[in-house]
C-alpha cells in the first residue's frame, strides 16, 4: 500500500515533468539515462562489500566468508539480479506510456533506489526485517510487469511483433 501511495504523491506533487518524447528510441535512452542513477545502490553495496572484505580479520582470503562481508556480498548480488529485471521491464514500460505519464520513469527509478537501500538498511539489522525493503522494490517491480503484459497482449495486440 505504501508504493503507490509514495509514487502517486510523487507523481502530483514533484514540480518537474517529462521532456517532449516523440520517438521510441527517445525513450528508450529517456530510460537508459534514469536508469544510471538506480545503479547508486548497488555500488555503494560494491564499495562497501570491498571495504569490508579488506578489514576482515581473516587470513585466507579465499575461505569462507564472514557475516558481515557475505551481508554485503548478497545484497549486491540480489540488487543487480532485480535491477536487471527492474530496467528492462521500466525500458518496455516507456514504450506503452503516454507521453504525459512519462514522468513515471524517473519516479520508479528513486523507489528503486530508495527501496534498495531500506532493504540493505533493514538486512544489516536483522534479516527478519528485510521482507518491508523487499517489497518496495519487488511489488513495483511486478505492477510494472503486469502492465507491460496487459499492454503487449490487450490494448496493443497488433505491434506486438511490429
Partial sequence: LLCPCLVYGAYV???FDA???PTVSARLVYTLRCAAFATFPIILGMIVSG???LC???LEPFGELQQEVELHRTYVSQSVHLFILYFFNMAVLATYLPQEVLKLIPLLTGLF???RLIYWLSYAIGRSFRAFGFCMTFLPLLAM???NLYSMFVLE???LLA
Fill in 113 to 115: 533506489a530508495i527501496s
Fill in 19 to 21: 521532456p517532449l518524447l
Fill in 56 to 58: 576482515s580479520s581473516q
Fill in 51 to 53: 571495504i569490508s572484505r
Fill in 13 to 15: 506533487f514533484l514540480p
Fill in 157 to 159: 495486440p497488433e505491434k
Fill in 145 to 147: 510487469l503486469l502492465w
